[in-house]
């Protein structure tokens, strides 16, 4: 699919709570439901969260997914296992509400990029290397000098192998083709319990525009956390407390709603 972002040049508003119906949301993790931090293991499952999300699954009826980059163990780990519906590595793996899961056949080429990055990681201290099985990561969070030379390396591999280069928040991944965050929500809305409600997808990065433009075209929106920018999002939220907040609210107000 491809993004075509709106042009932005205001504050979006903040997206709204009672006129809801029958809402599905779909869930980015870091720098939506977690704030991001120097490596990927700090970050930790946390009570507030964790509460939110298992008040909103029985609320919604299931109609709750969390759509990551992270892997669905990665996922399951942060989350403390409360979502059960989600999507992990940008649409390569999924998991639906019925708990059957289902992970893309990971391209031999991922094998190749995990060690081309490993041996760069080995001589920058503070790279850090994420294997995905279906996809590898760059981090360069904590060594931001070595920005550019990453991204050399992984534009070299995937121009060699065809592996889809998909840039992150401080990071590098070279994906298995064929899913993004947009495919990951259609999926999820194909299906029961999703299939007919209102879909919103909440995200940050620009993975994320692909998932604000699926939940568009089938008519719903996006929630941009975050600072304005370009982007298919129709509201906006400022950072992870406010996510929670807004993430309650629906809660509470979904509880008041007739069904
Ligand atoms: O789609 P998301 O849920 O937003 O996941 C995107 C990537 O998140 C993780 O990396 C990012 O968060 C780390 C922890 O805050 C941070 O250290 C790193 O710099 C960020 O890029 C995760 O490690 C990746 O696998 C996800 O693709």
């Known amino acids: 699919m491809t993004v075509h972002a709106g042009s932005l040049t205001h504050i979006l508003p903040p997206p709204p709570i ?5 809402p599905a949301l779909f869930l980015d993790m ?18 507030r969260r964790t509460a939110v999300l298992k008040q909103l699954i029985q609320r919604l009826d299931g109609r709750v997914a969390i759509v990551s980059g ?46 081309a990055f490993n041996a760069f990681a080995a001589e920058r201290p503070g790279v850090v290397v994420e294997d995905k099985g279906v996809a590898a990561g760059l981090h360069y969070r904590r060594a931001p000098d070595q920005g550019g030379a990453a991204q050399a390396l992984a534009s070299e591999i995937a121009d060699r192998t065809g592996l889809v280069l998909q840039p992150g928040s401080m990071v590098l991944e070279l994906k298995t083709p064929g899913t993004d965050k947009g495919t990951a929500v259609t999926a ?5 319990p999703f299939k ?3 879909p919103i997808m909440v995200g940050d990065d620009l ?4 998932g ?3 939940a568009t075209a089938l008519g719903g929106f996006g929630v941009l956390v975050g600072p304005p920018r370009e982007t298919a999002a129709r509201y ?24």
């Open 18 to 22: 009672e006129t809801l119906r029958r």
């Open 30 to 47: 870091d720098g939506v439901l977690a704030p991001l931090a120097p490596h990927p293991d700090d970050v930790v499952p946390v009570a």
């Open 70 to 115: 992270r892997t669905l163990a990665e996922i399951d780990r942060i989350s403390d296992g409360a979502a059960q519906a989600a999507s992990g590595v940008h649409g390569l793996e999924r998991r639906g509400a019925d708990g059957v899961s289902v992970r893309d056949e990971a391209d031999p080429a991922v094998k190749q990029a995990v060690a």
């Open 188 to 192: 999820f809305m194909d299906q029961p």
């Open 196 to 198: 007919g409600a209102f």
């Open 207 to 210: 993975t994320d525009e692909h």
């Open 212 to 214: 604000f433009a699926a």
């Open 236 to 259: 906006g939220l400022a950072d992870v407390d406010a996510v929670l907040d807004w993430l309650e609210a629906v809660a509470a107000s979904v509880s008041e709603t007739p069904a």
